[in-house]
């Protein structure tokens, strides 16, 4: 048996600490939003990628961009857009310029529903943050997610 390193180890513990805090902030939004909204937190999540495309050259996303935005595969982001068309939140079309490209779009309903239901997102983001700013473990995550990133200089 081999002795473990302690830059492994400590890089370890990092990743554990980061999978907890990700792990209770998203059964918090998840609890929140299933009981006041009836979504879940991938489906808030997919409305509100959606909803800040916007129309012209470039500004649908497309089906890959949109499962890198919200951490799912394509076939399960897909299955996630079906089931948000099939409730009205979302609809579909086929690209006007290329036939083979399908752009979705947030629906009105969608967007009432994602307007009444950010509130209780933020505010359930903001509970699950400072709960989890209590544990030693997790508290030099939480500030580092609530301290702005410093801009980088480009270079001229």
Known sequence: MT???PALSVLAQGWCALSLLHSKIENHLER???NEHGLSAREYSLLDVLSRQHDGDGGHLQMKQVADAIVLSQSATTRL???LEDRGLLSRYLCPTDRRGIYTNVTEAGMELLKAARPA???ALLAALAE???DVRLEPLVRALQTPPTSIPVAP
């Open 3 to 5: 002795a473990t390193a």
């Open 32 to 34: 929140v939003l299933e």
């Open 81 to 83: 857009v079906t089931r």
């Open 121 to 123: 997102h933020d505010t």
């Open 132 to 134: 989890a700013a209590r």
